[in-house]
């Protein structure tokens, strides 16, 4: 079946979640991922919970359809078999920490004068330029030095760390989209290049107003964190009913008009402290309140979504995490999905987030074993003989891990 990426051959060094991210996205558009590990435990996220046996979870929804070729790159016939992969690959993705590569042998000097056409990909937590360049970092440290975590909790407690990493997810999409965008650009010039993300790059994309707020303002107007409401949307925010929370999102004047009749109250419409989204911002408190105080008398959180879905005011319930993945409205919508895997049974996983009207989605993929592909990338793809293939075996240059 014809997929966008049909015929296009990717190296993936990468790692746990950001590059998987991006790596995921081209897999199920039909790239051939051969994800490059070291021995003897492969990629981290192996290890990750929720484990049955030695199969991760986690690391079957990152990493379905990538095929597995496990070495010993200390080794440098490691590294020359990698190089020999490379005059046939379209892109190659990494996201280890500034100089790993370089120091493998394998920087984007070595590997574009192997393969001019080739799209290079380097991830990384603070870029490839500047003072953070060399500092090793993770998502939630990006989000402190992005400001990012300073926005997230109340105003007179400690900031909360997201309960998710939104950063790699994000750095993973636009790794994908830069990816995409590089070989687009080789399609009409012939040549390949280097494309580098970052998670601090990715999480300042995410501050929405925060940026030109301070700026315009002179620094007069900091941003900062302001708990369950939006900073400068009046009429938004999330507020607990008799038995769950509801988000309410009453952003522009119609919305908050059907918002004061689906409450009872129409003459908060013609309130003056609450004419505008200005106004509604200068005194948010006194909305809030209203608001609040009006969804906690009500005993049930999905009749008042109802109501309001009635009213047409945008407001959705406060789902737990087993309330999601049961909801008929996410796996109808594809947010979700059932795989098969044959190790851990029937697994919920996110969908295929970008959805083509001429192009199918939800490839039938399935999870490699450590080193699984060692024999077919070794021969079939390098094309070295299987007597060199079952030396560099008994070397302990490939590892192949049967339990994984």
């Known amino acids: 079946m014809e997929r966008i990426f049909n015929g296009i051959r990717v190296l993936d060094f990468s790692q746990v979640l950001a590059g998987p991210t991006a790596t995921k996205l081209l897999v199920e558009m039909g790239a051939e991922v051969i994800k490059i590990e070291f021995a003897e435990e492969g990629d981290p996220s192996r290890s990750l919970p929720r484990l049955?046996?030695?199969?991760?979870?986690?690391?079957?929804?990152?990493?379905?359809?990538?095929r597995s070729l496990c070495l010993d790159l200390r080794d440098p016939r490691a590294t020359a078999l990698v190089l020999d992969l490379v005059p046939n690959a379209d892109v190659v993705i990494q996201n280890f920490a500034l100089g790993v590569m370089e120091r493998l042998g394998l920087g984007y000097d070595v590997v574009s004068a192997a393969n001019p056409r080739v799209v290079m990909c380097n991830m990384s937590a603070f870029g490839r330029e500047g003072p953070l360049a060399q500092q090793p970092?993770?998502?939630?440290?990006?989000?402190?030095w992005a400001g990012v975590l300073h926005m997230l909790g109340y105003e007179d407690r400690a900031p909360i760390l997201a309960g998710i990493s939104p950063g790699d997810v994000l750095a993973g999409v636009h790794a994908f989209g830069g990816v995409a965008a590089a070989l687009f650009h080789r399609e009409r010039t012939g040549k390949g290049q280097e494309v580098s993300v970052s998670l601090l790059d990715a999480y300042s994309t995410a501050h929405e107003v925060n940026w030109q707020e301070w700026s315009v303002s002179g620094g007069e107007s900091e941003p900062t964190r302001r708990g369950n409401v939006h900073p400068v949307v009046g009429g938004v925010g999330v507020f607990e009913t008799g038995d769950g929370y509801v988000t309410v999102a009453a952003v522009n004047n119609g919305q908050w008009q059907r918002l004061t009749e689906a409450m009872g109250r129409?003459?908060?419409?013609?309130?003056?402290?609450f004419a505008s989204n200005p106004d509604?911002?200068?005194?948010?408190?006194e909305l809030n309140d209203l608001i609040a105080t009006w969804l906690a008398a009500q005993p049930h959180r999905d009749d008042i979504v109802n109501l309001l879905e009635e009213h047409r005011v945008p407001s959705a319930p406060v789902l737990t995490l087993a309330e999601a993945a049961q909801h008929p409205?996410?796996?109808?919508a594809g947010a979700v999905r059932w795989v098969d895997d044959d190790v851990l049974g029937k697994v919920l996983v996110p969908g295929m987030p970008i959805k083509f009207s001429e192009t199918p989605g939800d490839a039938p993929l399935v999870t490699r074993r450590l080193g699984e592909d060692n024999q077919y990338v070794t021969c079939e793809l390098a094309g070295r003989s299987h007597e060199e293939y079952q030396m560099l075996v008994e070397d302990g240059v490939l590892f192949y891990k049967s339990d994984s």
Request: charged share 30%; net charge positive; glycine share 10%.
């Open 52 to 66: 049955r046996g030695t199969r991760s979870g986690y690391h079957v929804q990152q990493n379905r359809g990538k």
């Open 266 to 273: 129409p003459d908060l419409f013609e309130d003056l402290r």
């Open 280 to 285: 509604r911002v200068a005194n948010r408190d």
């Open 329 to 332: 409205y996410l796996h109808e």
């Open 137 to 144: 970092g993770y998502d939630p440290i990006a989000q402190s």
